[in-house]
């Protein structure tokens, strides 16, 4: 069902055991999410270009999407996440065929792409076959290039800009930096509700960060 994603994508290390797979009723609607993670729930493909969550790590990015992205009101649940840390999830708001399209989180850019595609083909025909347009492989080459002693990424970690992109952040891969996930969620997703609604060039003084 998904030997085209398993073909392009490479386990790194190839010795790292599965872990336990997240059953979450959103995500068990999708037609394949079950066979993939029964097999490679919690894996890293890639040295952490493209991951896959587990039950430990799934909830923790649900609380994540939840408090960064309120007006969702739980109609996604992510399933994966890329070497950014941008959550690709399941969204219950799309169904085509009986099945649920894909929404990807992305917290740098403070903003959700609906991605018109379910679960399967996403796997075996999007990133499979143009995993620089999704999940920026080329970018991830050139920065794992001036870091490979931090390959492969843990599953807490997340390459990031210093500065969010909805806030004049560069792409530069010399001005990313590795970032806990969870840290770097919860900043950003609290500076997003600071500048929502405001004019472009607004300038933010005294916003704080809660730890």
């Known amino acids: 069902m998904h ?3 398993l ?20 995500l068990t609607k999708a037609a394949g999410y079950l066979e993939l993670a029964e097999g490679h729930a919690g894996r890293t493909f890639d040295n952490g270009l493209y991951r896959l969550h587990d039950a ?3 909830p923790r990015a649900l609380a994540l999407i939840d408090a960064a ?15 950014y840390g941008r959550q690709i999830a399941v969204d219950l708001r799309q169904v085509e065929d009986g099945q649920p399209l894909l929404a990807i989180l992305d917290v740098d850019e403070g903003e959700v792409v609906e991605v018109p595609y379910a679960f399967i083909p996403f796997h075996n025909e999007i990133i499979a076959e143009h995993p620089d347009e ?3 492989k080329e970018q991830f080459l050139r920065w794992a290039a001036i870091h490979p002693e931090a390959l492969p990424l843990g599953p807490d ?3 990031a800009p210093q500065v969010p992109y909805f806030l004049g952040g560069s792409d530069d891969p010399a001005d990313l930096t590795i970032e806990d996930i969870e840290v770097h969620w919860s900043v950003c997703g609290q500076l997003r509700h600071v500048v929502r609604g405001l004019p472009e060039g607004t300038p933010i003084r005294g916003a704080t960060i809660d730890d």
């Open 134 to 136: 999704v999940l920026a």
């Open 7 to 26: 073909a392009a994508f490479e386990l790194t290390p190839p010795d790292q055991p599965p872990g336990q797979v997240w059953r979450d009723a959103r």
């Open 69 to 83: 992205f309120p007006e969702l009101g739980g109609r996604v649940c992510p399933f994966g996440y890329d070497w």
């Open 3 to 5: 030997k085209r994603f």
């Open 157 to 159: 970690q997340c390459v």
């Open 56 to 58: 430990t790590t799934g």
